[in-house]
């Protein structure tokens, strides 16, 4: 006997265990033939968050809620810009968690969860539908908080869907509601105390997975306890819109600040010395240029793609992730592909300049850092990519 399980895309299996294998850093986007979309985001071979599916907002609220339910959500304040970005959702876990609002096991537990949503999600869909896969490198994020094993997670949306479709669910998703249809004919069925909970909580507006949370039970054991109604027309199973988070207009106050410094290039730089990028800041800023300082190497990446700086200055010896590491990475980008990358150190080591050229930096200077060698070396590199954009 085959099991709908074993019928989900092999090439979409193949995809995942090939991000895994190549230790693949970036965005692997997914879509069905029906328009649905999802979005893993991987660092180096584990996948660190999931978003997309059919109700995003409604997921987050309800980890959220369950997991940190010091949190209230409404209180949150989003602008529609913040809420535009794919990852939105882990954005605001690393704002809770820098503010100290909620800690690292909470945000593991909410990425966990997540993760195992979204693939049991694709794994329905994939299972009547085309998918298609695409890896994307515009996009990587730095995850501190939580390393999901993409081979357990394969393993649990295999598990989870056979025991759903095995269940006879397999055409029913948990993202529908319940909503009670027939009301005498259940009046005759069951006891007034389970009538009265069917009348409070059958109303259509939350799915099964909503009701899975408050009735402290899984989506599965709800589903499967309804399913005889369901099959008598006595409950309809509906499909219910997503709950936005309210956002509200962007304060402009920053506008003049850009404008004003929209002229120089932008330098950025990358190191977990307050000091160096204060010398620097001392530097560029009388010299018309513009400087983003990143001290914590695990955001490197995801903020200098949003800056796309002109050039980057990347200190060899940091915590966590080194400067070797970040070139590399960096080169992977196809938007850095030819950003100068100019790697400072406090040793002059033949071995470290062949290894950062190895990486693919661009240049090396030694610290400290001194006005003449930093300017020689931004004129230098940005003149001449000046002069190839030219041609």
């Not at 983003?292 to 793609?305: G, H, N, R, T």
């Amino acid at each position: 006997m085959s099991y709908p399980e074993l019928m989900v895309a092999s090439n979409l299996l193949d995809e995942f265990k090939q991000c895994t294998q190549l230790q693949y850093s970036g965005k692997l986007n997914i879509k069905s033939s029906k328009e649905h979309k999802w979005r893993f985001y991987y660092r180096l071979g584990r996948i660190v968050w999931a978003t997309g599916g059919t109700h995003p907002f409604r997921r987050w609220r309800r980890y959220m809620a369950q997991y940190c339910p010091e949190i209230n959500v409404d209180k949150i304040q989003l602008s529609s810009d913040d809420t535009s970005e794919d990852y939105w959702d882990y954005r605001i876990l690393e704002i809770l968690h820098k503010k100290q609002k909620i800690n690292r096991e909470q945000i593991s537990t909410i990425v966990e969860h997540t993760i195992a949503e979204l693939l049991f999600d694709l794994a329905q869909q994939a299972n009547f539908n085309l998918v298609s896969c695409e890896r994307k490198q515009d996009v990587i994020l730095e995850a501190p908080m939580s390393f999901t094993s993409a081979d357990m997670s394969l393993k649990f949306m295999q598990d989870s869907w056979k025991m759903w479709s095995e269940g006879g669910l397999a055409n029913f998703s948990p993202d529908l509601a319940p909503i009670l249809r027939r009301s005498e004919q259940l009046k005759q069925m069951v006891s007034p105390s389970v009538y009265k909970n069917f009348v409070v909580l059958m109303n259509g507006k939350y799915t099964l997975r909503d009701l899975a949370v408050k009735m402290k039970q899984t989506p599965l054991a709800i589903a499967r306890s309804l399913l005889p109604y369901v099959l008598k027309g006595i409950i309809e199973l509906v499909t219910v819109p997503d709950l936005p988070l309210k956002t509200i207009q962007k304060n402009k106050k920053t506008v003049p600040n850009k404008a004003k410094n929209s002229g120089g290039s932008l330098i950025a730089c990358v190191d977990d010395s307050p000091q160096v990028s204060q010398m620097l800041e001392q530097i560029l800023i009388p010299n018309g240029l513009r400087l983003v300082k990143i001290q914590d190497p695990l955001q490197a990446l995801p903020v200098l793609i949003e800056h796309k700086p002109d050039l980057i200055f990347l200190d060899l010896v940091m915590p966590v992730a080194s400067g070797y590491e970040i070139c590399a990475q960096l080169r992977r980008v196809s938007l850095f592909a030819e950003t100068p990358v100019i790697i400072l150190t406090g040793s002059d080591g033949l071995f470290d300049r062949v290894r950062a050229k190895v990486v693919g930096s661009t240049d090396f200077i030694t610290k400290p850092v001194v006005a003449e060698k930093v300017m020689s070396v931004i004129r230098k590199y940005l003149q001449s990519q000046k002069t190839a954009n030219m041609h």
